[in-house]
């Protein structure tokens, strides 16, 4: 048996390395498994029956505590089991991310990722079949005020606010899995210094997981249900980004039991608390490999999904106390004085000048 060092120091060399697991569309990292010392490719992503939802994001592993590299220059296709293929578009927005504008996959239809890289290496997704259905899904919020404790050990109170489904799902629930995610997406101000041609810089648009730690699984050949009601889905801190519009969509995704498998393993290790004595996590094998190189460890998992959706936004009228930041304005102080995202928008994480359609 190991001895509780030797375990200590497993567990530490696979938590510590930092890297992501892409929590769809707003790409957002939750830490995931490496090992420290060497780089990994990783391609995560997923086809949807959404037009919007269908997005594959490819990097490689930094150092430890970094996000991923993005690779740039992929050739990525769809493949459907007629061998009919499409193309991936290169986002001009966010670097290693790639989507299918306009597709809306069909359920049933089973579907696998290819992969090219600059480099020339191939990668290659196993298939997987769009689950028929994905029932419905709508949310609703309360706001909390709890107490954490951070690194230091210093006990603070904090306004959440909590976001939770209603769900109804398929007849067939007790074959189905579930997986639900809220992302969200809220506008950056950028301060309006005077100048003489009179210019307005652009706003910027956060796209985000509300929750990036938090994963929410069901289940149905253990449970028997057809109905969630009030599934905590996500806890938001209450923050600047409430001072405009901020919106808040929460999909429920009908997944492949392979699928359920990956996300139960990779919810594991994100929340993995507790002694040197707990079990160490297990290595975690996504779905697609370097076909001309079996043995390569490729991160990252590419899924096909069948998702329905509920939107909402919340407006800073809308909390039972005022938002007094204002801290983007322009006034007489010093320019170094205002806060970074202020002078320059686009540099915050997950920042766009992309404004959705529907904001």
């Not at 069909?106 to 196993?126: F, K, R």
Request: glycine share 4%; net charge negative.
């Amino acid at each position: 048996m190991a001895s509780p060092l030797n375990t200590y120091r497993h567990l530490k060399s696979i938590l510590t390395f930092s890297s992501f697991v892409v929590l769809i569309s707003c790409l957002t990292p939750i830490n995931f498994p490496a090992d420290i010392g060497s780089q990994r490719i990783v391609i995560s992503g997923q086809v949807s029956n959404l037009s919007d939802r269908n997005i594959v994001y490819v990097g490689k592993t930094a150092d430890t505590q970094r996000l991923p590299i993005p690779i740039e220059g992929a050739s990525i296709r769809l493949v459907d089991q007629s061998n009919n293929s499409i193309q991936y578009t290169e986002s001009q927005y966010k670097a290693g991310e790639y989507t299918l504008d306009g597709f809306f996959g069909t359920p049933g239809s089973t579907y696998y990722l290819v992969v090219a890289l600059p480099n020339g290496e191939v990668y290659q997704s196993d298939p997987e079949q769009m689950p028929l259905e994905s029932g419905s899904v709508s949310t609703v919020y309360e706001i909390k005020n709890e107490t954490f404790t951070d690194n230091e050990g210093v006990i603070s109170e904090q306004s959440y606010l909590k976001i939770y489904a209603n769900s109804k799902l398929p007849e067939k629930s007790g074959e189905s899995y579930f997986k639900w995610i809220v992302e969200e997406v809220f506008a950056i101000v950028p301060t309006d210094f005077p100048d003489f041609a009179g210019s307005i810089p652009p706003n910027c648009y956060i796209y985000q997981n509300a929750d990036p730690q938090r994963i929410v699984l069901f289940n149905g050949a253990e449970i028997l249900a057809r109905t969630l009601d009030k599934n905590l889905v996500a806890s938001r801190p209450i923050d600047y980004s409430f001072i405009d519009r901020h919106y808040f969509t929460t999909y429920q995704s009908s997944i492949t039991k392979e699928a359920f498998e990956y996300w139960k393993k990779v919810n594991i290790l994100a929340n993995q608390v507790g002694s040197i004595f707990d079990t160490p996590p297990a290595r975690i094998t996504g779905n697609v490999v370097n076909v001309n190189k079996k043995s390569e460890e490729v991160l990252g998992y590419f899924q096909a999904t069948n998702q329905s959706y509920d939107r909402f936004f919340v407006l800073k009228y809308d909390l039972p106390f005022p938002i007094l930041l204002t801290d983007c304005e322009f006034d007489n102080r010093d320019y170094d004085r205002y806060p970074s995202r202020c002078l320059d928008c686009i540099k915050v994480r997950n920042s766009s000048y992309e404004r959705p359609p529907w904001f």
